[in-house]
């Protein structure tokens, strides 16, 4: 497959102010995108937080109610012929003919496209080479995805759209999927895909978008979002007593304190002295411990203290 | 190959690998053909009508008279067994009385009545009666002028407008409620392609749809074509893109296949009635001909009669031919405005 350029003029993808509601529901609310070229960009967040819509929008398949979408420099309204060569699309639920072969379902894909890979290379280069002439529907969730993301790459993209593209596999397949998508960046390709696993997040997006009922809470690097909680630390802690956030933040170096129920999380930049402290604090007011735990800051720490809710929840 | 080529082959491959789609197109045709068989089958002699002579009555006395004749299958039977046999239908008049005979029979039942009347022709035959006025018969009908004769284009035509319709309409509902279709539009794929395709495979179908029918009706019916082969397969095809494109225009907005099954029933149920498959459309009011005429199963009937049954060539079926087009191109351009692709 062919090398990339490097990114050019910068932008991959650029969206501002988009809304759309379906009903009653507001589906995407004013979101605002920025994605360079040759930058894996992750949008985190739980079921119906409007990360597909927002993909959608993006690739051209939904209308905004308003907003504007401008991918490598391009509108959808004016340049969809130029456009849609140029990106490679996996939908977020398994969308090929069951009866069609691998190797049919990616001639098939092929030949919409004006260049790309060999068929046989591809399927090679996704280890699908034993499975070429099986049916899809025979496949499993891990091979399907792969072909799937053959699919999407059939038209040697420059932007390759992910819709969750792990959900529903095994750690191996996974794990293959992102060795794909890694491969496909160190040629200098642009990925904008969406997921709610922290790890793949973590691992895959060099900056995340975190989605929530249809608004962008906060962007940035991993190492950006997990400095905003001010400490690199989280204690959790369950006890007998009614602590106020006012009286636990003034336990020394803790930054922020999180109520969810009777389950209570400090982010610390020192554990070992909010720890003992805490101790002390609930012995004099003649309580007890019944849960302590405590563990670096991740994603899911960010998500909880902006949210209010825990990302592996749903 | 071409991304059309590609898209036609991949139509062909998905219906040809669904067992259940492959029996419903061809086998079904086939199973019509073998119906109609049974149901028309040539009787070279008629079935004898049985009936009951009761033990111990009048009746009894014509039991040779009534063996000796063809038309009727005398059995003897005691009053309780006749009865019986009566009610239950299994027999459609018993014979009994004292002195004179006497039919006991239900006149509701048209069988009873044609019993009576074979079984009275048959008495009176035997005792020397004569008939007042003589009546010649003729009862062989001539291939090519028969009820079967006219049925086979129909159900050509009645064929061609179901596959045509449930082929196109079930594929593409299927692959828009599995979200293949966004996918394919998330590619740089023509969507005029996508269903020129789709038109396309079908004539692919064609070859296994029609000449089973064709072929089974010339063996077993004896019915031949009176024109030329070329030209029922130029009426057959016009016919074929015809319905597949009302097939799309049908499926063009349908997100379920229940929804496509009811529009595309919509769209046959009247046809099926008005177009003259079973019962010629003259048989409908004068004023409502206009509009029979114009429906495109008419259209394609019409032509299919005239170069089976009438011999005429491709010039003289100019008429319908146009109005099928009519409707073909009608149909594919509205489908691609209205087409819901997600």
Redesign the interface.
Same mark, same amino acid.
């Given at each position: 497959m062919t090398e990339h350029r490097p990114a050019g003029d910068g932008v991959a993808i650029r969206c501002r102010g988009l809304h759309k509601r379906f009903g009653n529901t507001i589906a995407v609310d004013s979101v605002d995108l920025d994605v360079a070229r040759g930058e894996c960009f992750g949008l985190l967040g739980s079921n119906g937080a409007g990360k597909t819509t927002t993909i959608e929008i993006l =690739?051209g398949?939904q209308e905004p109610d308003a907003g504007e979408v401008e991918i490598l420099g391009l509108r959808w309204d004016r340049d969809e012929?130029e456009l849609? !060569?140029r /990106?490679g699309?996996q /939908?977020q =639920?398994t #969308? %090929? !003919? =069951?009866? %069609?072969t691998v190797e #049919?379902t990616l001639? %098939?894909?092929r030949?919409?496209?004006?260049t790309g890979p060999r068929v046989d290379q591809l399927v090679d280069y996704v280890e699908l080479g034993e499975k070429r002439s099986d049916?899809v529907r025979v496949l499993s969730g891990g091979q399907r995805q792969r072909l799937s993301l053959a699919?999407a790459l059939v038209?040697d993209p420059d932007i390759l759209f992910l819709d969750e593209p792990t959900t529903g596999l095994d750690p191996q397949s996974r794990r293959h999927i992102w060795d794909l998508c890694r491969d496909f960046r160190t040629r200098g390709g642009t990925i904008l895909m969406s997921t709610h696993f922290m790890d793949e997040a973590e691992r895959l997006a060099d900056r995340l978008a975190i989605m929530d009922h249809g608004s962008v809470l906060v962007a940035g690097t991993t190492r950006e979002l997990i400095a905003s909680l001010g400490g690199d630390h989280v204690v959790e802690f369950n006890s007998t007593l009614e602590l106020g956030s006012d009286e636990l933040g003034h336990l020394p170096a803790v930054t922020r304190v999180d109520n969810a129920g009777a389950h209570q999380r400090l982010a610390t930049r020192e554990p070992h002295r909010t720890i003992p402290a805490l101790y002390r604090l609930i012995d004099r007011r003649q309580g007890e411990l019944t849960a302590l735990n405590t563990h670096h800051a991740t994603l899911d720490d960010v998500f909880l203290s902006l949210t209010g809710r825990q990302l592996r929840d749903d | 190959m071409s991304a059309l080529q590609e898209l036609v082959a991949m139509r062909i491959r998905t219906f040809i690998r669904e067992p259940e789609a492959l029996f419903w197109t061809f086998g079904f045709p086939i199973l019509l053909a073998i119906g109609l068989g049974l149901a028309f089958r040539e009787e070279t002699e008629p079935t004898p009508v049985p009936v009951a002579i009761e033990i111990g009555t009048a009746a009894e006395h014509y039991l040779d008279a009534l063996s000796a004749a063809p038309e009727v299958e005398p059995i003897l039977l005691d009053r309780a067994a006749a009865e019986q046999a009566l009610r239950t239908g299994e027999i459609p008049l018993v014979l009994a009385g004292t002195g004179s005979v006497l039919f006991r029979y239900d006149p509701a039942r048209p069988e009873s009545r044609q019993a009576r009347l074979l079984t009275d022709f048959a008495i009176q035959r035997a005792a020397g009666g004569t008939r007042p006025v003589e009546i010649a018969e003729d009862p062989e009908r001539l291939p090519g002028g028969r009820y079967i004769d006219w049925l086979i284009p129909g159900l050509i035509g009645l064929n061609l407008m179901s596959t045509g319709m449930w082929g196109i309409g079930f594929g593409i509902v299927h692959m828009r409620q599995k979200k293949q279709l966004k996918r394919l539009i998330a590619t740089p794929m023509r969507r005029t392609d996508f269903l020129l395709a789709q038109i396309l495979a079908r004539l692919a179908f064609l070859l296994f749809e029609v000449p089973p029918i064709i072929l089974f009706a010339w063996l077993v019916f004896k019915v031949e074509i009176s024109g030329s082969l070329l030209a029922l397969l130029v009426v057959i095809m016009v016919g074929a893109f015809t319905f597949a494109g009302l097939g799309l225009l049908a499926s063009s907005r349908a997100r379920t296949v229940e929804g496509a099954s009811g529009i595309n029933n919509l769209v046959m149920l009247p046809m099926f009635v008005l177009s003259g498959v079973f019962f010629s459309a003259s048989r409908f009011p004068d004023a409502m001909q206009p509009i029979i005429n114009v429906l495109p199963l008419t259209a394609l009937n019409d032509a299919l009669r005239a170069v089976y049954n009438e011999g005429l060539p491709i010039g003289a079926l100019s008429g319908e031919l146009a109005i099928l087009a009519v409707w073909t191109v009608l149909s594919f351009g509205l489908a691609l405005k209205f087409y819901r692709w997600q």
């Open positions: =690739e398949l012929s849609r !060569p /990106l699309i /939908l =639920e #969308e %090929l !003919p =069951e009866r %069609l #049919e001639r %098939l894909f030949s919409v496209y004006p049916q699919c038209g | -």
